[in-house]
């Protein structure tokens, strides 16, 4: 497929990559099944797996595969079988097959609880192992089965097809992949493999977000589209790997058949529903109950006790699940606390936070697929939960000890007086400054004997720094004392912010709200736009007072931003709410936002103009 580059560069179609396509489909849907095998081309370079072990009772099936794969390339999973391209792979009875690697491992139908709902033990494994290039496809009508294992698949940049009419009888299900609004694509069986082989192709042809003939000409897409999630979203996603943001968008760019990231920002820009779906694919993570069973086990038996035990029957636990999705790891958290309840009886606050409002939509809702019965315990769910037309349904108990809210861990003020806080699967995101400052956080919101809880491959900052090592396995941490800063004494004018001859500094417990909010270049002027101060380099985008008169903005101002900002405080002035707005300066992109300021001995508000140049890649 011809794919065009910025500038009229052509990209050129890079070696082809496997992608490995999982397939599950219940009795009812083998018609359908059928027309998608009919459709389906062979030399794509893709691969198949079919879950269910029906193929040898419907030889219309198998004969239109073997005509299509050749003996050779329609294969019974075994033990160690290699994945190849353009290959058919078909799963025996009772066995439920995994992926490690490049490799087929098969799990005996045994007492195992994974293989109770193998589709969505197989999608977990396919997402890990194949990432972005993992697709799965649904031709059922009558469960939830899959529905944890696609939003595996959809969280590590994956993609999810379902069937139209699966799709239909899927949204009676509240549980559903396709009510929980996870699908890519909702399609006819005899249009699937079309959209799949163009998927596939635009992933491939696509090189990346950033192009040379883009470079040169000074131009930074990726930066565009982190600044139009910024204005829409209020998300400053400029914190997270630059790497893993790229991934999803071009995930993004393909679903919407752009050709390039120019393009894609023009089609942004005219599509909201776009930017709440990018928005989302940036959020979405992989979340399930008791994820690393291990780690849940070990705070169970070893810091809940010692929690509990250090507290006064007046002194309530706090805990704080940070980043908490849809809600499973926080109700895995619950389950934990109202087990050490009935032995301690203590009052327990569970805090659960996340900035994405339709997750927490979700996890306030408690419902979930019946496949969670491979992670929570018999027990738990009979005490703790109820049968919801499939699903299940989070009870009043549980429901009732976690306090979700809204809030964005990297910006506002965290949760203070924590005795134990998790914060798993965010570290690996961001960029190493923002972990750091992360850890700065979690370390002051803790109390000196609390716990931090990270996953799998993150980890604490050097030894001894802010924390220091309870058990390198399950990343369990405790916070290391820090000596107290010696306060300052206060000065009447701080050496710190620029400020014109002759110009007052407003009282300095507003200039310290001021840096407590702001990091970037800023300068502070008045309602009617006369200059006040200006600190963190935001001088630089003034210029000199004539004649030693009060300074005015629009006097002052570098005068390729002048109409920009003067157009922005007017508008804060008769929205009083927080503006931006970006512009080309000196060879760089440019945001400037501008927060109106109520001040109590004032009449009118200042107005706090911040600058920050362009994402450094």
Same mark, same amino acid.
């Given at each position: ?60 099936? =198998?004969?239109? !595969?073997?005509?299509?794969? $050749? +003996? *050779?390339?329609? @294969? ?8 190849? %391209? ?83 009888? =899927?949204?009676? !299900?509240?549980?559903?992949? $396709? +009510? *929980?609004?996870? @699908? ?8 699937? %493999? ?424």
């Amino acid at each position: 497929m011809d794919q065009s580059g910025s500038g009229g560069e052509s990209l050129k179609l890079i070696n082809h990559d496997m992608y490995l396509v999982g397939i599950g489909a219940s009795d009812q849907c083998i018609d359908h099944l059928e027309t998608f095998v009919k459709e389906l081309p062979v030399e794509t370079g893709i691969s198949y797996v079919l879950l269910q072990p029906f193929l040898q009772n419907h030889k219309s099936i =198998m004969i239109d !595969l073997l005509g299509k794969f $050749s +003996a *050779k390339r329609v @294969v019974t999973i075994e033990d160690g079988v290699e994945i190849k %391209p353009d290959h058919f792979y078909l799963v025996q009875p009772d066995e439920t097959p995994t992926i490690e690697g490049n490799r087929f491992k098969v799990l005996p139908d045994t007492e195992n609880k994974e293989t109770l709902h193998p589709i969505d033990y197989f999608f977990r494994s396919l997402a890990e192992n194949f990432g972005e290039k993992a697709i799965s496809i649904l031709f059922s009508e009558d469960t939830c089965n899959g529905t944890q294992g696609c939003n595996a698949i959809k969280a590590n940049g994956g993609m999810i097809m379902v069937n139209e009419s699966s799709c239909a009888a =899927m949204q009676e !299900l509240p549980c559903s992949i $396709s +009510a *929980k609004g996870h @699908v890519d694509y909702v399609l006819a069986p005899q249009e699937m %493999p079309l959209y799949l082989i163009q998927y596939v192709e635009e992933r491939k042809g696509f090189q990346g977000a950033v192009d040379e003939s883009d470079k040169k000409r000074g131009v930074n897409w990726f930066t565009r589209i982190i600044e139009i999630l910024l204005d829409h979203e209020g998300i400053d996603f400029s914190r997270y790997k630059t790497q893993f943001l790229e991934r999803k968008i071009e995930r993004r760019i393909s679903m919407c058949h752009c050709k390039n990231m120019e393009e894609y920002v023009a089609f942004l820009l005219s599509n909201e529903d776009e930017i709440a779906s990018l928005r989302d694919d940036f959020l979405m993570s992989t979340t399930r109950f008791f994820r690393d069973y291990g780690a849940f086990d070990y705070i169970e038996s070893e810091i809940l006790p010692k929690i509990f035990n250090s507290k006064s029957e007046k002194d309530p636990i706090r805990v704080w699940v940070i980043g908490c999705s849809t809600g499973e790891e926080a109700y895995s958290f619950g389950l934990l606390l109202l087990e050490a309840m009935q032995e301690n009886e203590r009052d327990v606050l569970l805090y659960a936070t996340d900035l994405d409002t339709k997750a927490l939509d979700e996890a306030r809702k408690g419902t979930y697929p019946e496949g969670i019965i491979a992670d929570v315990d018999e027990d738990y769910l009979l005490t703790y939960f109820q049968d919801a037309d499939g699903c299940f349904e989070v009870g009043e108990e549980l429901r009732n000890l976690v306090i979700f809210q809204k809030h964005n861990v990297l910006t506002q003020k965290p949760i203070q007086e924590i005795d134990l806080i998790a914060c798993r699967y965010l570290m690996r995101a961001l960029k190493n400054v923002t972990q750091q400052e992360l850890l700065e956080k979690l370390h002051g919101s803790l109390k000196p004997n609390g716990y931090l809880v990270l996953g799998s491959g993150e980890n604490a900052g050097e030894e001894g720094d802010l924390f220091e090592t309870v058990d390198p396995s399950w990343k369990v941490y405790r916070p290391v004392p820090q000596d107290k800063p010696v306060e300052e004494q206060p000065v009447e004018a701080p050496q710190e912010f620029f400020r014109f001859p002759g110009m007052e500094v407003i009282d300095r417990p507003l200039l310290e709200a001021i840096l407590r909010e702001t990091n970037p270049a800023s300068i502070l002027v008045e309602h009617d736009g006369r200059m006040v101060c200006a600190y963190n380099g935001g001088e630089k985008y003034l210029g000199k007072p004539n004649n030693g008169d009060p300074p005015y903005l629009h006097n002052i101002i570098d005068i390729s931003l002048r109409d920009s900002l003067c157009s922005m405080i007017n508008g804060c002035d008769k929205e009083g709410r927080k503006l931006h707005h970006s512009i080309e300066h000196n060879n760089t992109l440019l945001r400037m936002t501008c927060f109106p300021l109520a001040v109590a001995s004032q009449e009118h508000p200042f107005y706090l103009i911040t600058f920050k140049e362009t994402i450094t890649r």
